[in-house]
């Protein structure tokens, strides 16, 4: 990818996912449930935390032609699978 002049860009698959869901989805993909391994602590939490997240990426697609093909599953699946093949 080659721009005239250094910018960002946001790769995103613009679904809006909670951090609980996409903890979840992490967590079935193991065959696990993540409330038997996760402990919140209530006292770290922040106002400001955010409670979903969603990266739009219409910048990408209109200056780099750059489509979406990877849902939130599918970007969880590809994470897991990466990470099984790490270790």
Known sequence: MQQPAPDDFVVATGQTCSLEDFVTKVFDFFGLHW?????????????????????????????????????????VRLMCEDAISQH
Do not use: E, M, T, Y
Request: proline share 7%; glycine share 2%; net charge positive.
């Open 35 to 75: 409330r038997d391994h996760v402990v919140i602590q209530p006292s770290l939490l922040r106002p400001s935390d955010i409670h979903a997240s969603r990266g739009n990426p219409d910048k990408a697609a209109k200056i780099l032609q750059w489509s979406v093909r990877n849902q939130v599953d599918d970007v």
